[in-house]
């Protein structure tokens, strides 16, 4: 069974945890990622969310097991980001990715967006593949990124 879970501040460390197994794998691909003297990645505005009103820390959980995290933050009124998204490896099945984006979309009223580097092959096929599900959507690229909007209809 698949759910989400908004993560309390008891399990704010576990989510850290994932944060850092998302952004070392990320890192492969994004050579912004910073890493201190522990070799653990840099990332400044975790704490913010269990703080700002505008962020929202949530897990994936499959068969209670937690197989994924999302950071979303609301840049303004209906327009929210994901800033940081995740599904474990072992989970990267059976449409569970997919799924939990989805879902989080539904949770909130409004657009989304959300970007990638064209240097991650596999983020580019998944969030183009997801942002197709959606009547409305669209993207511009840089010479870095590619960013989509989709909304709701």
Avoid at 4 to 29: C, G, T
Avoid at 40 to 49: A, E, G, M, Q, R
């Amino acid at each position: 069974m698949r759910k989400i879970q908004i993560v309390s501040k008891a399990k704010m460390e576990e989510m850290r945890n994932f944060l850092y197994d998302y952004l070392i794998e990320l890192s492969e691909f994004d050579p912004d990622i910073k890493f201190d003297e522990k070799g653990l990645p840099i990332y400044n505005w975790f704490d913010c969310y269990w703080v700002d009103k505008d962020r929202y820390p949530l897990f994936l959980v499959i068969d209670e097991k937690i197989a994924g995290m999302a950071m979303i933050r609301e840049l303004r009124s209906q327009l929210y980001d994901f800033a940081e998204f995740y599904v474990c490896p072992e989970f990267r099945k059976d449409g569970n990715a997919l799924w939990f984006a989805s879902e989080l979309t539904k949770l909130f009223d409004g657009q989304f967006t959300f970007s990638t580097r064209f240097t991650n092959p596999r983020a580019i096929k998944f969030w183009g593949k997801f942002a197709k599900t959606f009547e409305s959507n669209s993207y511009n690229d840089d010479s870095i990124w590619r960013n989509w909007t989709i909304r709701k209809i």
